[in-house]
C-alpha cells in the first residue's frame, strides 16, 4: 500500500524519472493501432487453416487484453506474446504455429501506424534539466509496445538524446509501483532515492512507486486527470511548462502542489 505522508520535493533534484506514455509521448489515434490487431488477429487464425469473423477476433481480442490488464494490476509484466497466445487459443489455436511469431511481431509495431506524438513541452522540459544538470531518466511500463519500438519513438520525436537512462517493464521483468524499476533507473545516475523526483500520470504505479521507495513525486494531467482515492503526488502539474517551477529550478508558471 502506498504511504500516507507526503514528501518535500528536493529543490533541485539531482535527478528526475519520467513515465512515458501520457507523460512524454501519447497516441495520437489509437483506434488506428487498435483496429490493426485485431485484423491481423483474424489473419493469423486463417494462416493458421481457421476461421474467426471480425468480431470474434475483437472479442478475443478484448479478452486477452483483459487479462494482461489485471496482471500488470497484480505487478506481473506481459505483453504481445503472452497477449497474442491467449487471443490465439481463445479462437481454437492452442498449437505453436507460425502464425503466432508474425501475429507479435505486427502487434509490436502497431503503434506506428497511428500518430505517436510528444505532450508539448516535453522536450523544452528535459533540455532544460540537462542544461540545470539534473540528470534524466525513463521509467516505462511497456503493454504490446516493447521498450524497442517506445525507443525509437522517442528517437525519432528528439527526445531519447535527452533520456540518459531508460528502463522498460519487458526488459526488467517487473513493471511498477515494483521498487526495482525505479531503482533501476536511478543506479546508474548514482543518484539516491531522497534526491530524486520522478513524474508519471498514474497514482497506482508511478506515484505510490515513487513514494515507496523514497522518491518526491508529481503528477502530470496534462492528457490524463487520474482521479482514482489513491493518495496524490506531492505536486500537481498541468502542463510541462509548469515542472521546473516546481523543482525550484525557476519562478514561472502557476503549480498545484498536493491537489
Keep these: 500500500m502506498p504511504a500516507s505522508g507526503r514528501h518535500t520535493l528536493p529543490q533541485p533534484p539531482a535527478a528526475v524519472t519520467f513515465d512515458c506514455w501520457q507523460t512524454l509521448i501519447y497516441e495520437g489515434d489509437w483506434t488506428l493501432a487498435h483496429a490493426r490487431r485485431i485484423d491481423s488477429l483474424a489473419r493469423a487464425v486463417g494462416e493458421a487453416g481457421r476461421r474467426a469473423s471480425r468480431q470474434q477476433a475483437a472479442d478475443a481480442f478484448e479478452a486477452a ?49 497511428g500518430q505517436v506524438v510528444a505532450l508539448p513541452g516535453a522536450r523544452q522540459a528535459l533540455e532544460a534539466l540537462a542544461a540545470a544538470g539534473v540528470a534524466r531518466a525513463l521509467v516505462c511500463d511497456t503493454g504490446l509496445t516493447p521498450g524497442r519500438v517506445v525507443r525509437r519513438h522517442l528517437d525519432r520525436l528528439g527526445l531519447l538524446e535527452q533520456l540518459e537512462v531508460c528502463i522498460f517493464s519487458d526488459e526488467v ?60 503526488a506531492d505536486a500537481v ?23
Design 65 to 113: 487484453w483483459r487479462c494482461h490488464m489485471d496482471c500488470w494490476r497484480e505487478g506481473v509484466a506481459t505483453g504481445a506474446n503472452d497477449v497474442a497466445r491467449q487471443a490465439l487459443g481463445l479462437l481454437g489455436l492452442e498449437e505453436p504455429h507460425p502464425a503466432l511469431e508474425h501475429l507479435v511481431r505486427e502487434w509490436e509495431e502497431a503503434s506506428h501506424s
Design 173 to 232: 521483468g517487473v513493471p511498477k509501483p515494483d521498487p526495482r524499476v525505479f531503482h533501476a533507473a536511478l543506479e546508474p545516475l548514482s543518484v539516491r532515492p531522497g534526491h530524486a523526483v520522478h513524474v508519471g500520470d498514474l497514482r497506482r504505479t508511478d506515484i505510490a512507486g515513487a513514494r515507496n521507495v523514497g522518491m518526491g513525486s508529481v503528477r502530470i494531467r496534462a492528457r490524463h486527470d487520474d482521479a482514482c482515492e489513491l493518495p496524490d
Design 237 to 259: 502539474i498541468d502542463s510541462h511548462s509548469e515542472l521546473l517551477a516546481v523543482l525550484g529550478l525557476e519562478a514561472s508558471g502557476p503549480s498545484q502542489k498536493g491537489t
